[in-house]
């Protein structure tokens, strides 16, 4: 069974720092895994998506990298900004079709930047 | 292109009662998936929806059940509610294919049970 792990559970930092989020899973054998951010009571908002054949994928200030077979990927935020402050997930998928379908979710990073 | 819509966006019901939620994919998408966050468990997957077929479902009671019409739009249905169902209803949507698979969600709907 599939088990994906964030730490830190919580990060705070001052606007401006670069930080890591960690994200690990337990089965290697994946197809994707996938980075959101959810703000407060709200949905999720997808970040980044990285194939199993990819080693990392950018998007404007965020970098994500995966390591499949250390069972590991982290998300890179350069120079950040109050407005990234939210809870950050990672979720897994074992395959692209019939039963693997379904994401396996992390408890999530909540990341507080402050002013 | 309009995001995944989900309404009602909160609900208050009593015990026993039972309750329907919608979900409206985005245009072209035709995988539907549902998914129950608390605080304690977090995200769990519920079930999956393609071509009005239930392709996976998670490891919740019969209580909890769902379908998707021709249009791809979902729904999906809880009978005689408990307390531990009160949660954040989250729907997503996605192309299918090895090319798609990006999962998009919806703002959820918000179920409080009495």
């Known amino acids: 069974k599939q088990e994906v792990t964030q730490i830190p559970a919580a990060l705070s930092v001052p606007e401006g720092e670069n930080l890591v989020l960690n994200c690990s899973f337990t089965d290697s054998a994946i197809y994707n895994l996938q980075w959101f951010r959810q703000d407060p009571g709200k949905g999720l908002t997808s970040l980044l998506l990285?194939?199993?054949?990819?080693r990392e994928q950018t998007s404007g200030r965020l970098n994500a990298s995966l390591d499949k077979s250390s069972g590991r990927s982290t998300l890179y935020i350069a120079a950040s900004q109050p407005g990234d402050s939210a809870t950050y997930l990672c979720?897994?998928?074992?395959?692209?079709?019939?039963?693997?379908?379904?994401?396996?979710f992390g408890k999530g990073t909540l990341l507080t930047v402050n002013p | 292109k309009a995001g995944v819509t989900q309404t009602p966006r909160y609900l208050i019901k009593t015990r026993g009662q039972q309750v329907t939620l919608s979900c409206s994919p985005i245009s072209g998408h035709r995988s539907v998936s549902w998914y129950q966050q608390t605080p304690g468990q977090g995200l769990q997957f519920l079930f999956e929806y393609f071509s009005e077929t239930q392709r996976n479902k998670g490891n919740f009671p019969g209580r909890f059940s769902g379908r998707q019409f021709s249009n791809s739009r979902s729904e999906m249905n809880v009978s005689t509610l408990e307390l531990g169902d009160s949660a954040l209803y989250l729907c997503a949507s996605s192309l299918v294919g090895r090319k798609g698979n990006e999962q998009f969600f919806g703002p959820g709907t918000r179920l409080t049970v009495l």
């Open positions: 979720a897994v998928r074992r395959g692209w079709g019939g039963s693997n379908y379904k994401l396996t």
């Open positions: 990285i194939q199993s054949s990819q």
